[in-house]
C-alpha cells in the first residue's frame, strides 16, 4: 500500500479483511518486498512529489514495466494513466493503462457523488462507489478492459495486471474490488 499521503488506511483494512498481508510502503525496499501495490486516492499533485522526494519514481516505474500487479484508485488512477489533462505542467504519470484522464473531470468538491454500479465482474448486488473531485476517463485503448461505466464514461477499468477505478472503493462497506484484484490480478 503506497502510503505516501492520501487515503490509504482504509485500503489497508480492507486488503486485511480479505485474508491478505497489507503493508505500508514508504521506500523502495518495502516496494520491493510486495506481490502488489496499491495506489490510493488523494492529491496526484502532491503524491508525485513525495514520489521524487522518496526517490519512488524510477523503482515504481520499472516494477509496473515488470508488470507488478497494481490498484490505482482515484489519484492513483491518474499516476497509472498514459496521458493527463489539467495536471500540473511537469506531471509525469507512469503509462501503465492506456487511458487519458482529465483531473477533476467531474467538477470541484462539491460536485462529488455517489453512483450504484453495475459491474459484471463482481456479479450483484450493484457496488455503492463514491467519487471525490473525480478524475473523468476521456479515452480507453483498445486493450481495456471496461469493467464499468457510469453514463458511458469508463470508471471501473483492466488492463493485464493493473486495475483502476475513477472513484473511491476502500470508503464503502464492501470489499468485492479488493478481493477482484487479489483473486484475478493478483493471483494468491
Ligand atoms: N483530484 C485529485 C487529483 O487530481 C484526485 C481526487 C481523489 O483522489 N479523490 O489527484
Redesign the pocket.
Known amino acids: 500500500m503506497l502510503a505516501l499521503q ?1 487515503a490509504f488506511a482504509r485500503h489497508v483494512a480492507a486488503i486485511e479483511r480479505c485474508g491478505a498481508e497489507a503493508f505500508e510502503v514508504r521506500t523502495a525496499g518495502q516496494l520491493d518486498r510486495g506481490d502488489a501495490l496499491v495506489l490510493p ?5 502532491t503524491m508525485l512529489k513525495l514520489l521524487a522526494t522518496f526517490e519512488l519514481v524510477e523503482p515504481l516505474r520499472k516494477l509496473l514495466a515488470d508488470g507488478l500487479p497494481v490498484f490505482g484508485t ?2 492513483g488512477m ?1 499516476l497509472l494513466a498514459a496521458d493527463v489533462t489539467d495536471g500540473r505542467d511537469d506531471q509525469i504519470s507512469f503509462g501503465a493503462i492506456d487511458l487519458d484522464v482529465r ?2 473531470g467531474y467538477g470541484r468538491q462539491v460536485d462529488s457523488f455517489e453512483t450504484d454500479l453495475r459491474v459484471a465482474a463482481i456479479g450483484e448486488p450493484a457496488l455503492r462507489a463514491v467519487f ?4 473523468l476517463v476521456e479515452r480507453a485503448g483498445p486493450e481495456v478492459e471496461v469493467l464499468a461505466s457510469h453514463d458511458d464514461v469508463p470508471v471501473l477499468c483492466r488492463s493485464g495486471s493493473v486495475l483502476t477505478s475513477s472513484f ?1 472503493p476502500e470508503l464503502v462497506d464492501d470489499d468485492r474490488l479488493h478481493r477482484y484484484f487479489l483473486d484475478e490480478l493478483v493471483g494468491r
Open positions: 492520501g486516492g488523494g492529491e496526484s499533485t482515484c489519484a491518474i483531473r477533476n471525490i473531485r473525480a478524475p473511491h
